[in-house]
């Protein structure tokens, strides 16, 4: 059974700074490519951040300088460091696991991140 684990989301108010963890299991971790991706009411899902067991990482260019993603293989956990948070940061953020070349891709259930006053 695959699960991806998302933990990490709450209230924070602009400017400050959160860290979201997604866990694994089920799954090959170090070949998948792991990312992030947020939906917020209304709106498309986009592209938060993703990164392949090698190479570099890629940004959505509207967090690119303000979050970083790291991986850690022997855990099977992917994280989302983020620092001077918007409100447009705002949304649901979903953990996503990617075997490239392959139809499987799976979703975790999402961690909410609010960044208000």
């Known amino acids: 059974q695959v699960q991806l684990v998302e933990s990490g989301g709450g209230l924070v108010q602009p400017g400050g700074s959160l860290s979201l963890s997604c866990a694994t299991s089920g799954i090959l971790f170090p070949v998948y490519t792991m990312g992030w991706y947020r939906q917020a009411p209304g709106k498309e899902r986009e592209l938060v951040a993703r990164l392949a067991n090698s190479g570099g990482p890629d940004y959505g260019d509207s967090v690119k300088g303000r979050f970083t993603i790291s991986r850690d293989n022997r855990k099977g956990t992917v994280y989302l460091q983020m620092s001077d948070l918007k409100p447009e940061d705002t949304a649901v953020y979903y953990c996503?696991?990617?075997?490239?070349?392959?139809?499987?891709?799976?979703w975790g259930q999402g961690t909410q991140v609010t960044v208000s006053s």
């Open positions: 996503n696991a990617d075997r490239v070349r392959y139809n499987q891709i799976y």
